[in-house]
């Protein structure tokens, strides 16, 4: 792989660009691998990363039945934090958060991170009080993060109404380090890294069935033939449901969708995140100009990556409250995406009833953070065939057991 | 914007003025049940992609519970139905035996 660099642009500047090689090369299934991987987005691809990097596993294949990143990977809004409320959670997406801020060097391609810092606010008593808990909680879990009063809150974001109409801004969670990331970025650079390391990334080549003997998984079949394999990751978000149910098991998940909207492009106005989860709306600014949008979830289960359109008028009306200037923005895309929730609002990362068969779903609305996080415990647990400390509490038996990791309030809006 | 018909009180109802409840035909299993019976019943889910039935409640009308059969890839509605009974109704299962051939979902085909 030739690495990008300044002098490499400067390079082909002059020769017309001509030199530029393909990120990641194409590739049609070999007849077997060490590892698959069901599913290109960003989780599936940092699980195979992972693999190659911390633990030499290369014989890799990702198989995707669309296009790498054209999930949810491609459809967030991007929005990168880590003060979660409980233990298990902070850990995981702390050790997220802290990946992606050297991921640019990692992989040798710029993600574009941005930790510009992120605040969600507090507009009820109770609001005030969950997030004072977390930020303590977060205090005690290493986590940098504060609770800020309504005049530091319009200092870090001058367009915000302090006194809408139903919620008045009365303080708001703050974590300095958060902040936004190139969504496309992240799924291409750990798809050029993994290619490099000799793994096959194969586009269009969905998943039909799952193959097993006496209860250890033998390998999957495809659009493209059959491939075998020693263990298998599924890693498809919204569509876990579905492999789950060729793998013969049920998970905890729900599929729903989840909306986003973008703006024309404005001159800078905001540059930190706000998320607003009472009123249900959140907003940051791209490095395009355009206002970057989204609320909650739909209310039913979808496979279709639409929505209704009430939500986003629902999702609108909040952050108009919020930001009086949104009313006289047009808006110029939106979009769903499908996305897996469970019933405590936290991941699953875990073994499954199928022998060698593993599995990394449940982010639900909000996995694009986690997703350096996530793939270094899916390819430890892989590799290792036991979760390891980062992965443990997020195992499936936790519903069985009723160990719940409890982010409902953490996750209170789509994020 | 999705529309479904009341069956309790035939109001042609859009979104808005209802509620989902989730998977429909659960069998409750309570004290006594194993913890695998009461693991599924609360959590297991089948979340299919494709025909489902789901509970909705009316809950800007009526605001009575009600029961609906829905394609989750292509949004059709195939019909809704009183929440009192434990299957779908004859009639509406062939209807989507004839639009969706091969179909099942858990004990029902
Ligand atoms: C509108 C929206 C806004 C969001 N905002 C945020 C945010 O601000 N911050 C945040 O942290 N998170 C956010 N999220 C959540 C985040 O996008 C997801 O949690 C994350 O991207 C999930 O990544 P993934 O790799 O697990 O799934 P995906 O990127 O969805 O990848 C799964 C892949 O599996 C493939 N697949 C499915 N079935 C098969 C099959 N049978 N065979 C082969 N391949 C298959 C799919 O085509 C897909 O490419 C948002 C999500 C949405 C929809
Ligand atoms: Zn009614």
Known sequence: MKRYSAFAIAREALRQHTGWDRAWRKASPKKKYDV????????????????????????????????LGGGNTGRNTTIIRSNYLQDPSAAIYEKSRSLYETMSQDLNYNVMFSPRGVIMLAQTEHEVRGY??????NALQGVETQFIGPEKVKELCPIINLDGPRYPVLGGLWQARGGTARHDAVAWGYARACSDMGMD?????????????????????????????DKLGIVVAGHS????????????????????????????????????????????????????????????????????????????????????????????????????????RSPIISKTPLDGCFINCGWGTGGFKAIPGSGWATAEMIARNEPGPLAAAFGLERFREGRFIDESVAAGVAH | ???????????????????????????????????????????????????HFERWRHVHGCGKWFHAARCTATLQVFGTYSAQTTEPPADLLATIREKRPGWSWRDFS
């Open chain 1, 36 to 67: 698959v991987i069901v599913g290109a987005g960003g989780h599936g691809l940092a699980t195979a990363y992972y693999l190659g990097k911390n633990h030499g596993i290369r014989n890799v294949a990702i198989l995707e039945k669309g296009w």
């Open chain 1, 132 to 137: 004072r808990r977390t930020a303590h909680a």
């Open chain 1, 201 to 229: 990334i194969i586009q269009k080549c969905e998943v039909t069935g799952i193959r097993s003997e006496g209860g250890k998984v033998r390998g999957v079949s495809t659009s493209q033939g059959d491939i075998d394999c």
């Open chain 1, 241 to 344: 449901g579905v492999l789950a149910k060729m793998a013969g098991f049920r998970l905890p998940i729900e599929s729903v969708s989840l909306q986003a909207l973008v703006s024309e492009p404005i001159k800078p106005c905001m540059d930190v995140v706000v998320m607003a989860n009472t009123v249900h709306g959140y907003m940051s600014q791209s490095d395009k100009g355009e206002m970057v949008i989204g609320g909650g979830t739909d209310g039913y289960n979808n496979y279709t990556q639409r929505g209704s359109f009430h939500h986003i008028e629902e999702t609108v009306r909040a952050l108009v409250e919020t930001f009086p200037m949104v009313s006289r923005l047009k808006m110029l895309r939106q979009w769903g995406g499908i996305v897996d929730v469970t019933g405590d």
């Open chain 2, 1 to 51: 914007m999705l529309t479904l018909t009341c069956p309790c009180c035939g109001v042609k109802a859009e979104e808005s003025e209802l509620h989902g409840g989730g998977e429909a035909h659960l069998t409750r299993f309570g004290p006594g049940s194993s913890e695998e019976e009461f693991h599924d019943y609360l959590f297991a889910r089948e979340n299919a992609k494709g025909v």
